[in-house]
Protein backbone atom coordinates (compact mmCIF):
# COMPACT_ATOMS: atom_id res chain seq x y z
CA UNK A 1 0.00 0.00 0.00
CA UNK A 2 1.10 3.50 -0.92
CA UNK A 3 0.72 4.92 2.23
CA UNK A 4 4.25 5.02 4.55
CA UNK A 5 3.74 4.42 8.40
CA UNK A 6 4.91 7.09 11.00
CA UNK A 7 7.41 6.40 13.36
CA UNK A 8 7.05 8.39 16.83
CA UNK A 9 4.01 9.99 16.22
CA UNK A 10 3.95 11.29 19.70
CA UNK A 11 7.31 12.08 20.17
CA UNK A 12 8.48 15.63 19.77
CA UNK A 13 12.16 16.31 21.33
CA UNK A 14 12.61 19.51 19.63
CA UNK A 15 9.32 21.23 20.51
CA UNK A 16 9.38 23.02 23.39
CA UNK A 17 5.84 22.47 24.94
CA UNK A 18 5.89 25.40 26.98
CA UNK A 19 5.36 27.64 23.72
CA UNK A 20 3.47 25.32 21.86
CA UNK A 21 -0.23 25.94 21.33
CA UNK A 22 -2.14 21.90 20.77
CA UNK A 23 -4.96 23.81 19.78
CA UNK A 24 -4.28 26.96 17.57
CA UNK A 25 -7.59 26.98 15.61
CA UNK A 26 -9.57 27.05 18.61
CA UNK A 27 -12.28 29.64 18.24
CA UNK A 28 -11.90 29.59 14.44
CA UNK A 29 -14.38 27.29 13.29
CA UNK A 30 -15.85 23.46 13.92
CA UNK A 31 -12.94 21.31 15.39
CA UNK A 32 -14.73 18.10 14.93
CA UNK A 33 -14.30 15.96 13.34
CA UNK A 34 -10.22 15.75 13.44
CA UNK A 35 -8.71 18.13 10.23
CA UNK A 36 -7.63 15.78 7.55
CA UNK A 37 -4.26 16.62 5.83
CA UNK A 38 -2.32 14.19 3.01
CA UNK A 39 1.33 14.73 3.00
CA UNK A 40 3.83 14.31 -0.27
CA UNK A 41 7.21 14.48 0.04
CA UNK A 42 9.54 14.46 -3.27
CA UNK A 43 12.91 12.07 -3.28
CA UNK A 44 12.95 8.19 -2.79
CA UNK A 45 15.94 8.05 -1.09
CA UNK A 46 16.40 5.84 1.74
CA UNK A 47 17.47 8.92 3.99
CA UNK A 48 15.31 11.16 2.25
CA UNK A 49 15.46 14.76 3.86
CA UNK A 50 12.79 15.89 2.16
CA UNK A 51 10.41 12.40 3.60
CA UNK A 52 11.90 13.58 7.24
CA UNK A 53 10.79 17.21 6.82
CA UNK A 54 7.25 15.73 6.16
CA UNK A 55 7.61 13.15 9.32
CA UNK A 56 8.05 15.89 11.47
CA UNK A 57 5.43 18.32 9.94
CA UNK A 58 2.88 14.94 10.31
CA UNK A 59 3.99 14.50 13.93
CA UNK A 60 3.30 18.29 14.53
CA UNK A 61 0.14 17.71 12.93
CA UNK A 62 -1.00 15.44 15.46
CA UNK A 63 0.25 17.26 17.96
CA UNK A 64 -2.13 19.72 17.19
CA UNK A 65 -4.99 17.18 16.81
CA UNK A 66 -4.96 16.56 13.21
CA UNK A 67 -5.23 13.11 11.65
CA UNK A 68 -2.54 12.49 8.88
CA UNK A 69 -1.65 10.38 5.99
CA UNK A 70 1.92 10.48 3.93
CA UNK A 71 1.77 9.34 0.40
CA UNK A 72 4.65 6.68 -0.57
CA UNK A 73 5.47 7.44 -4.03
CA UNK A 74 7.76 4.53 -5.06
CA UNK A 75 5.18 2.74 -6.77
CA UNK A 76 3.74 5.78 -8.67
CA UNK A 77 4.26 5.62 -12.75
CA UNK A 78 5.26 8.44 -15.09
CA UNK A 79 2.16 10.45 -16.16
CA UNK A 80 0.23 8.46 -19.00
CA UNK A 81 2.57 5.27 -18.70
CA UNK A 82 -0.05 3.26 -17.50
CA UNK A 83 -3.38 3.34 -19.98
CA UNK A 84 -6.11 5.53 -18.07
CA UNK A 85 -4.30 5.74 -15.46
CA UNK A 86 -5.29 2.64 -14.30
CA UNK A 87 -2.63 1.70 -11.46
CA UNK A 88 -3.13 0.94 -7.97
CA UNK A 89 -0.72 3.80 -6.65
CA UNK A 90 -2.53 6.59 -8.49
CA UNK A 91 -6.38 5.75 -7.55
CA UNK A 92 -4.62 5.39 -4.25
CA UNK A 93 -3.53 8.79 -4.18
CA UNK A 94 -6.37 11.03 -5.71
CA UNK A 95 -8.71 8.79 -3.24
CA UNK A 96 -6.31 10.53 -0.44
CA UNK A 97 -6.28 13.88 -1.98
CA UNK A 98 -10.26 13.02 -2.00
CA UNK A 99 -10.09 12.47 1.63
CA UNK A 100 -7.91 15.64 2.66
CA UNK A 101 -9.11 18.78 3.23
CA UNK A 102 -5.72 20.30 3.55
CA UNK A 103 -1.87 19.10 2.09
CA UNK A 104 1.55 19.75 3.08
CA UNK A 105 3.64 19.03 -0.11
CA UNK A 106 7.75 19.05 0.27
CA UNK A 107 10.13 18.99 -2.71
CA UNK A 108 14.79 18.87 -2.33
CA UNK A 109 15.15 21.60 -4.87
CA UNK A 110 17.40 19.78 -7.60
CA UNK A 111 18.90 22.15 -10.57
CA UNK A 112 17.24 24.48 -9.02
CA UNK A 113 13.80 22.93 -9.54
CA UNK A 114 11.02 20.53 -8.07
CA UNK A 115 12.12 16.78 -8.66
CA UNK A 116 10.56 14.80 -11.01
CA UNK A 117 8.91 12.53 -8.26
CA UNK A 118 7.00 15.83 -6.32
CA UNK A 119 6.33 17.41 -9.91
CA UNK A 120 4.96 13.32 -11.21
CA UNK A 121 2.56 13.33 -7.89
CA UNK A 122 1.10 16.50 -8.60
CA UNK A 123 0.17 15.87 -12.20
CA UNK A 124 -1.46 12.52 -11.47
CA UNK A 125 -4.39 14.93 -9.94
CA UNK A 126 -7.01 15.99 -12.24
CA UNK A 127 -8.49 19.33 -11.77
CA UNK A 128 -11.63 17.04 -12.16
CA UNK A 129 -12.76 13.49 -11.96
CA UNK A 130 -15.92 12.69 -12.45
CA UNK A 131 -17.63 15.55 -11.08
CA UNK A 132 -15.43 15.50 -8.11
CA UNK A 133 -12.14 17.65 -7.58
CA UNK A 134 -9.32 15.98 -5.70
CA UNK A 135 -7.45 19.03 -4.47
CA UNK A 136 -9.78 22.07 -5.09
CA UNK A 137 -11.12 24.62 -2.63
CA UNK A 138 -8.51 22.74 -0.29
CA UNK A 139 -5.68 24.02 1.81
CA UNK A 140 -1.94 23.41 1.11
CA UNK A 141 1.62 24.66 2.79
CA UNK A 142 4.86 23.80 1.05
CA UNK A 143 7.91 23.51 1.81
CA UNK A 144 12.06 22.29 0.53
CA UNK A 145 14.92 21.20 1.58
CA UNK A 146 18.15 22.31 -0.06
CA UNK A 147 22.02 20.67 -0.35
CA UNK A 148 23.29 23.89 -0.32
CA UNK A 149 22.36 27.30 0.77
CA UNK A 150 18.94 28.85 1.39
CA UNK A 151 16.85 28.58 -1.38
CA UNK A 152 12.89 29.33 -2.47
CA UNK A 153 12.93 28.08 -5.89
CA UNK A 154 10.89 25.10 -5.27
CA UNK A 155 8.24 26.34 -2.94
CA UNK A 156 8.07 29.12 -5.32
CA UNK A 157 7.15 26.65 -8.01
CA UNK A 158 5.22 24.83 -5.31
CA UNK A 159 3.32 28.05 -4.75
CA UNK A 160 2.88 28.34 -8.63
CA UNK A 161 1.20 24.70 -8.65
CA UNK A 162 -1.24 24.89 -6.14
CA UNK A 163 -2.66 28.46 -7.20
CA UNK A 164 -3.28 25.87 -10.08
CA UNK A 165 -4.56 23.57 -8.63
CA UNK A 166 -6.77 26.19 -7.22
CA UNK A 167 -5.84 25.41 -3.92
CA UNK A 168 -5.65 27.99 -1.01
CA UNK A 169 -1.60 28.24 -0.66
CA UNK A 170 -1.00 29.53 2.98
CA UNK A 171 1.46 33.27 3.71
CA UNK A 172 4.08 30.86 5.64
CA UNK A 173 6.69 28.23 3.83
CA UNK A 174 9.73 26.45 4.85
CA UNK A 175 13.13 26.27 3.44
CA UNK A 176 15.63 24.59 5.31
CA UNK A 177 18.89 24.89 4.08
CA UNK A 178 22.01 22.16 4.26
CA UNK A 179 19.34 19.58 5.50
CA UNK A 180 22.05 17.05 6.34
CA UNK A 181 23.08 18.97 8.92
CA UNK A 182 19.75 19.23 10.92
CA UNK A 183 19.13 15.36 11.55
CA UNK A 184 20.27 12.98 13.65
CA UNK A 185 21.18 9.71 12.94
CA UNK A 186 17.75 8.39 14.00
CA UNK A 187 16.35 10.77 11.05
CA UNK A 188 14.97 13.03 13.75
CA UNK A 189 15.32 17.37 13.11
CA UNK A 190 17.56 18.44 15.80
CA UNK A 191 16.26 21.83 17.69
CA UNK A 192 16.60 25.08 15.05
CA UNK A 193 15.16 28.02 13.80
CA UNK A 194 14.38 25.70 10.66
CA UNK A 195 12.50 23.67 12.65
CA UNK A 196 10.94 26.47 14.92
CA UNK A 197 9.66 27.82 11.45
CA UNK A 198 7.74 24.28 10.63
CA UNK A 199 6.21 24.29 13.87
CA UNK A 200 4.99 27.52 12.41
CA UNK A 201 4.01 26.45 9.12
CA UNK A 202 1.88 23.36 10.32
CA UNK A 203 -0.06 25.78 13.32
CA UNK A 204 -0.61 28.31 10.00
CA UNK A 205 -1.90 25.41 8.04
CA UNK A 206 -4.24 23.97 11.00
CA UNK A 207 -5.92 27.44 11.50
CA UNK A 208 -6.73 27.86 7.83
CA UNK A 209 -8.22 24.69 7.21
CA UNK A 210 -10.50 25.14 10.29
CA UNK A 211 -11.39 28.71 9.30
CA UNK A 212 -12.45 27.73 5.52
CA UNK A 213 -13.85 24.68 6.38
CA UNK A 214 -17.54 26.15 6.86
CA UNK A 215 -17.09 27.65 3.37
CA UNK A 216 -15.01 24.99 1.26
CA UNK A 217 -18.27 24.34 -1.35
CA UNK A 218 -18.69 27.95 -1.29
CA UNK A 219 -15.67 29.17 -2.13
CA UNK A 220 -14.70 27.19 -5.33
CA UNK A 221 -19.03 27.70 -6.90
CA UNK A 222 -18.08 28.92 -9.82
CA UNK A 223 -20.23 30.73 -12.89
CA UNK A 224 -18.79 28.99 -15.89
CA UNK A 225 -19.20 25.70 -14.21
CA UNK A 226 -22.80 26.26 -13.41
CA UNK A 227 -23.40 27.63 -16.99
CA UNK A 228 -21.32 24.05 -18.38
CA UNK A 229 -23.73 21.89 -16.63
CA UNK A 230 -26.73 24.03 -16.90
CA UNK A 231 -27.32 24.53 -13.05
CA UNK A 232 -29.46 27.95 -12.64
CA UNK A 233 -28.98 29.62 -9.54
CA UNK A 234 -31.64 28.70 -6.80
CA UNK A 235 -32.58 32.37 -5.02
CA UNK A 236 -33.97 30.40 -2.61
CA UNK A 237 -30.69 28.93 -1.66
CA UNK A 238 -28.61 32.04 -3.35
CA UNK A 239 -26.09 33.58 -0.17
CA UNK A 240 -25.99 36.71 -2.33
CA UNK A 241 -29.67 36.85 -3.43
CA UNK A 242 -30.35 36.29 0.28
CA UNK A 243 -28.40 39.22 1.79
CA UNK A 244 -29.20 41.64 -1.23
CA UNK A 245 -32.79 40.77 -0.57
CA UNK A 246 -32.75 41.39 3.37
CA UNK A 247 -31.16 45.00 2.31
Not at 3 to 13: A, C, G
Not at 29 to 56: K, M, T, V, W
Not at 93 to 119: A, D, F, Y
Not at 218 to 232: H, T
Request: aromatic share 6%.
Amino acid sequence: MPLRDLSEPNHLPALDPAYAHQRPALGLGPADPAPRILLLYGSLRERSFSRLCIEEAARLLHFFGCETRIFDPSTLPLPDQVAGDDHPAVHELRQLSLWSEGQVWCSPERHGQITGIMKTQIDHLPLNMGGMRPTQGRTLAVMQVSAGSQSFNSVNTLRVLGRWMRMFTIPNQSSVAKAFNEFDDAGRMKASSYYDRIVDVMEELVRFTVLLRPHADQLVDRYSERKEAGVPMDPTTDLSSIATARV
